[in-house]
């Protein structure tokens, strides 16, 4: 499966003189680095709080199954119980859909969420529940409520000065949607995340939207792939009209960070081991998830990667055979990957999509072969890392998978642990454009018991 951002950007003529650098974003227009940097700096000011851990989301758009992947119910009619048979795993106890061997290597260190519930089973109303830890007005598809991401982004900034604080690979999206609820709304644009757009996977995949302004001697620019190549003697060019010595703190930072060799490096996956980046997968989201690794070990804070197509209201059993191997090489290859080198503790890595299945198999509605629609009462998270003890089911679903049977949980619950990890008082408030204080987290508490 292979995931494609949009193709569409656009270069500026007509560039005022000193304004030489600006990064543009797919979907939230463009703002310049220097204005980044000062919001950064008066976070700081503010005392966020500071820890060295990041977070990386794999995004399931559409609603997996929780039935046929993490919470599988072999007693159940066949109806209910699905195609797919229950597998042990490492951890004595635990056992997943047979679709996930390669979880099954490594459950002692995942935490799998199975009571999580919110009722709802519009995507809309679950997608920015799920994304920005608030419930939804139904009528309007706009968000009402910045992202986890973005305040994230807002309240501790970058881990290192030199990587943006939120990115999100390959785009922002939900809903197939961009930006969706992966925005900043009231925040503003400097919240936003930063968009690679592109394909991971693909041979010539280089980092997109990219615009050098005055001073950089390098005509219209035709041929993006073309840009980075020019980097090294474009800021010679620079250093030598004596520019530099006219641009404020802000300004020079923001200069360093586009002509950084660490910060081009960072997004070269050629620089990876060749068997490495094929036990994550030569695919858009295998690729996506080392990326995602190298974004955390960089400085960014927090990583989402979009993986779309999880809406099977038919032909599941297709559906699941094509995407279930994908999500289970790429994710299982990321935890491993960052256990070995040292970083799993202060990386929490995370699955979960807005909503569950139901249950009860439908006929495929005439479209296709038998699915299983929206479901809001029950679904499964998955957490890895960061402080979380792995090896661990929380809470548990009724014999048909239809609601929590016990320790039924929040999405606020979840928020709140994510925050806490971080090191961010998930009882925090903002303020939106009216100046109204609003918690970042709606209703919940830590999931303390996950530690």
Known sequence: ??????????????????HFLQIGMAGMGSFT?????????LTAKAGAAKKDTACILLWLDGGPSHIDLYDPK????????GMWNPIATNVPDIHIGELLPKHAQIADKLAIIRSLRHGDTDHDNSDHMLLTGHSFNPGSDAAVHPSMGSIVSHLLGPRNPDFPAYVTIPRAMSRGRS???AGPVYLG?????????????????HV???????????????DRTSLLSRLDQSQRNVEAAGILDTLDTYQQQAYDLITSPSVRKAFDLHTEPSKLRDQYGRHTIGQSMLLARRMVEAGSTFVTVYFGGWDHHWNLQQGLAGQAPILDQSLSTLVKDLDDRGRLEQTLVMAYGEMGRTPLINSGHGKGNPGRDHWGNAMCAILAGGGIRGGQTLGQTTARGEEPSSHPLGVGDL???IYDILGIDFTTYLHDRTGRPVPIVE?????????
Request: hydrophobic share 30%.
């Open 1 to 18: 499966m292979r995931i494609t951002a949009d193709k569409a950007g656009r270069y500026c003529d007509g560039f005022q003189r000193r």
């Open 33 to 41: 680095l220097p204005e980044l940097l000062r919001a950064k700096a």
């Open 74 to 81: 072999p007693d159940a009619p066949a109806e209910y119980r």
């Open 179 to 181: 930006p969706g609820y």
């Open 189 to 205: 644009s400097r919240y936003a995340p930063f968009e690679p757009n592109g394909d991971p996977s693909a041979d010539n995949f």
């Open 208 to 222: 997109k939207d990219l615009k050098l302004y005055d001073g950089l001697t390098m005509g219209q620019l035709e």
């Open 415 to 417: 928020h709140a642990t």
């Open 443 to 451: 209703q919940g508490e830590v999931l303390r018991e996950l530690f």
